[in-house]
């Protein structure tokens, strides 16, 4: 099923569009006039050189960051200044570069955190095991086991994270991110500090995400071997702009992109 074949037959529409954004903190230019656009059921990796602004425009896309200029546009509605939890709401869930888990809770505590957003009655109602909230909380708890199974975490379920590998925690954290039902998951990083087995789980289990739900997926990644096995298309970022667009093989073989890599100096740098 991971065929490229069987993935093209499956991205369909544009469900996000970047038009020309730009996000400065003060004299820095984080993103500068950027551009992309994300469709339904693929797998679009961002990549770039250190400080290029591939977190900077994640942080965009799910309303922590609000870009002085351009429009982001998320399932054909243009969206004005979105909070996170509101891009949660609308179906956008993501994990973090440095894990953002409770240590102190368990892994099945932590997944559940992530189905607050689908949780009609408060957290206070849960707490108390209030009749209709304890119905509720039954039927969240059983999606959350499903994710538990998924990821293949059953064994560490009521182990606090903080004593966790740190892949485990990392798979947490991307069961804490499904929980969500999310339809757009935004991946900071997901292999950053493994070692190649964890690696090739964390490649086995989002190739599965996507397959088996089909949930579009964007991730910024520094593994190219790994960019290149996951991804339809990449967008790459080199000091806040975007300098190519394509499938793996287009944006290996840019020149540009090459440059960046290398570290090659820029115009406006040689000019300084
Ligand atoms: N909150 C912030 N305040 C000020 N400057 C910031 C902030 N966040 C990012 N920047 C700056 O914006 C630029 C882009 O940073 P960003 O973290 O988006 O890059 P990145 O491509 O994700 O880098 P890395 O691969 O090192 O994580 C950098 O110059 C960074 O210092």
Redesign the pocket.
Known sequence: MHTPEARARRIGEVILDVQNITLR??G?V?NSNVSFDIRKGEIRAII??????????LNVINGFYHPQEGTITWKGKARTKMQPHEAAATGIARTF?NIALFRGMSTLDNIMTGRVTKMKRGLLAHALHWGPALKEEIEHRSFVEQVIDFLEIQHIRNVPVGRLPYGLQKRVELGRALAAEPELLLLD?PMAGMNLEEKEDMSRFILDVNDEFGTTIAL?E?DMGVVMDLSDRVVV?DH?SKIADGTPEEVQSDQRVIDAYLGVAHDDEEEA
């Open positions: 903190f003060g820095v984080a770039g050189p250190n400080g290029a602004g591939k977190s900077s425009m570069q990083e910024i520094h970022l806040g």
